[in-house]
């Protein structure tokens, strides 16, 4: 079992950037597929971003792709999610997610049902 904590969410003008981390507890999180969501008031909570266990195998939503990097350091058990170029609609709550029995099924999944341990979340606000 591991802990999530999101950190380095805030406020930001539009065009700005942002490095949110994921920090993980438990030495086995360098096996977890990862995951960022973000939820806005009313809508769905989405995938933005998705990467494998050993970071070979990432996924992008459209709204984000060229922007937004997501990138893991196993040995300090963190993913973090570098957006660049932010947008209004960015503005959002971002989630951290991990799960180990994707990576056991070798599956880089985008669907927040499959993601069983989750971070409390940080706000991201972009500012026009």
């Known amino acids: 079992q591991v802990q999530v904590v999101e950190s380095g969410g805030g406020l930001v003008q539009a065009g700005g950037s942002l490095r949110l981390s994921c920090a993980a507890s438990?030495?086995?999180?360098?096996?977890?597929?990862t995951g960022w969501f973000r939820q806005a008031p009313g809508k769905e909570r989405e995938c933005v971003a998705a990467?494998?266990?050993?970071?070979?195998?990432?996924y992008y939503g459209d709204s984000v792709k060229g922007r937004f990097t997501i990138s893991r350091d196993n040995a300090k058990n963190t993913v973090y999610l570098q957006m660049n170029s932010l947008k209004p609609e960015d503005t959002a709550v971002y989630y951290c997610?991990?799960?180990?029995?994707?990576?056991?099924?070798?599956?880089?999944?985008?669907?927040?049902?499959?993601?069983?341990?989750w971070g409390q979340g940080t706000q991201v606000t972009v500012s026009s």
């Open positions: 990467i494998s266990w050993s970071g070979g195998d990432t």
């Open positions: 997610a991990a799960d180990l029995s994707l990576t056991l099924a070798a599956v880089t999944s985008i669907n927040p049902l499959d993601y069983d341990y």
């Open positions: 438990g030495r086995t999180f360098r096996r977890y597929t």
